[in-house]
């Protein structure tokens, strides 16, 4: 155990993460030219990447986060992964205050981004994973079955002693997520998992995290840009936009908001969750 | 104290498996060290040598600048690998990865310290200590001197890779810090001229580097070179250099873990 843990909850039995009100405000540095010298001055703006963000993960769903580019999404996660500290606002999980105990946390999460970065590419898949799992204080027999298992779990059993730059960007992916279950986490983050894979690679990694969350009984995080993929995997759906939570439920239910909107339904077919996003975004802006 | 350990050799590991994938490192693990060397060598040698600060001839010149340049390779290989690691973990994400970890921050940057050291010296130590015992610097008789040195040498230049590993963090481009340690570190520190040939001033600087220290011990042990402050008082000036700087580690860590929780990104610019 990395850190005592601090300021438990009443509630010690939730087997959820719980965020409430969350706001991050960060600090970005201008640089002003002057008429006249070379160097120019900074100036200080406040920027609110998150202004109240509230939501719940439990365990064995998967909740996904959608928006436009910009709206919050990758903050919101680096919050709820502990990475960053929100400004204000509380963040608990299973019952265990996030933003005191982050040491503790960071033994039960993980954060899968999409991409290729993430990785050392000079070095194979297993001596990744054997790395990344020193880094969890893993060791010896245990390290080595569990690298065995999350190999053979992701389909890498027999590229294990390939150097990562010679992977697939599919191959590549699959590596990342046994990287993110090697400190085998509760709780798990993923940002864009399936970035720039083909369709049958995607479908693949998809199905994969569904097992994740509804065999293994990992509470996961889902951001994408592709609407299908929330559609397919999402137990419950949070839309951003500029920082705050603008829509959230079911798919089914997001849907539904728009039967009260008789525009937006321009055939005799359901609409779909990708009107359903553009019609909501578009109505919190007008 | 388990899981510290299992973090730096996991460090160590790494840099080994990722840095010797080509037979070219060859040459910055050996040929350019030497080629610097006999550089310097070959440039004193046509002068006369008549014990100016106690060295006395051709062998005696060839075993100050090697116990000079075996320390400032160590050394010197510290600031190069902190700045390459630190660029490489930032472009690559796994910075970021490593900082989602509960991990030891200490553990990590000694670790790495500790491997850049092993694996880009060693050839180099091996070729200076032949060459003090040719030069008859290390004998039989004090052979036991030899594993001593390079404890002396393992030790001081992980802690002082330490501070520089804690150092990059903060910054994606401290290229200052390669302009500072480079020049200013092989000249005042004694690896190729005697400090005690320094004006006062520059001994003053002198002081500041811990590699200053870390060599005078190794000529006065061996003979080589008598210190105009004693031994003691260099070995003195070692230890509070090293507990300085083990306290920077620390104090940096913890500003950067916190700058880290507040931005997201371990930099400052």
């Known amino acids: 155990m990395y850190g005592a843990v601090k300021g438990r909850l009443e509630d010690q039995d939730a087997r959820k993460i719980i965020a409430q009100h969350l706001v991050k405000d960060y600090i970005l540095k201008e640089k002003i030219m002057e008429k006249s010298g070379l160097f120019g001055r900074k100036q200080k703006r406040v920027i609110h990447a998150v202004k109240d963000i509230s939501l719940e993960i439990p365990q064995e769903k998967i909740i996904g986060v959608l ?42 999460i993980n954060v899968i981004s999409g991409g290729e970065r993430n990785l050392y590419w000079r070095l194979t898949a297993k001596e990744n994973l054997r790395y990344f799992g020193s ?98 995997l999402c137990d419950y759906i949070y ?48 | 104290m388990k899981k510290f350990l299992i973090v730096m050799k996991a460090e160590i590991t790494k840099q080994q498996q990722h840095d010797y994938h080509s ?40 075993a100050f600048l090697g116990t000079g340049f075996m320390a400032y390779t160590c050394f010197w290989s510290m600031v190069q690998n902190a700045w390459s690691m630190a660029n490489q ?36 130590v091996c070729f200076c200590g032949f060459l003090l015992m040719y030069t008859k610097t290390i004998r039989w008789d004090n052979l036991f001197l030899l594993p001593a040195v390079l404890l002396l040498l393992i030790i001081s230049s992980t802690v002082w890779g330490g501070m520089l590993n804690a150092v990059f963090l903060f910054s994606r481009d401290a290229s200052i810090v390669m302009d500072v340690f480079d020049m200013p570190m092989t000249l005042f520190s004694g690896t190729r001229v005697p400090v005690d040939s ?22 006065f042990a061996l003979h080589i070179q008598k210190s105009s402050r004693g031994w003691q008082a260099e070995i003195l000036g070692l230890l509070i250099c090293l507990g300085v700087m083990t306290a920077v580690t620390v104090f940096l860590i913890g500003r950067a873990e916190r700058h880290n929780r507040e931005t997201g990104e371990l930099q400052f610019y």
């Open chain 2, 23 to 62: 037979a070219y490192v060859y040459f910055s693990l050996l040929i350019w060290p030497i080629l610097g060397f006999f550089e310097v060598y070959y440039a004193y040698k046509p002068f006369e040598l008549t014990d100016y600060m106690g060295i006395e001839d051709g062998k005696t010149l060839l």
């Open chain 1, 67 to 108: 928006g436009i580019n910009g709206a919050g999404k990758t903050t919101t996660i680096r919050m709820l992964a502990s990475i960053i500290a929100p400004t204000s606002g509380s963040l608990t999980m299973n019952g265990v205050d996030a933003v005191k105990n982050h040491l503790w946390i960071k033994e039960r």
């Open chain 1, 239 to 286: 839309i951003l936009d500029k920082g705050r939570i603008i829509a959230e439920g079911t798919k089914e239910q997001l849907k539904g908001l728009l039967a009260y909107e008789p525009k937006v339904v321009t055939s005799v077919q359901e609409p779909s969750l990708e009107e359903a996003l553009i019609e909501i975004i578009n109505r919190c802006n007008s």
């Open chain 2, 89 to 124: 973990e930032r472009r690559g994400g796994t910075l970021e990865i490593a900082s989602l970890t509960p991990a030891s921050r200490l553990a990590m940057s000694y670790g790495r310290a500790l491997g850049a050291l092993i694996q880009e010296v060693w050839m180099f």
């Open chain 2, 198 to 219: 320094f004006p006062c001033w520059a001994r003053i600087v002198s002081m500041v580097f811990p590699l200053t220290y870390c060599i005078n011990i190794i000529r």
């Open chain 1, 135 to 232: 880094l969890y204080g893993l060791s010896g027999v245990d390290l080595d079955k569990r690298i065995a298992y999350l190999l053979r779990t992701v389909g890498l059993e027999e590229a294990a002693n390939v150097p990562v730059e010679r992977y697939s960007k599919g191959m590549k992916q699959r590596l990342q997520i046994a990287r993110g279950l090697i400190n085998d986490p509760i709780y798990l983050f993923m940002d864009e998992p399936t970035l720039g894979l083909d369709i049958v690679i995607a479908k693949e990694i998809r199905n994969l995290v569904s097992d994740l969350a509804h065999k293994e009984g990992r509470g996961i995080l889902l951001t994408t840009h592709y609407i299908s993929e929330a559609e397919e």
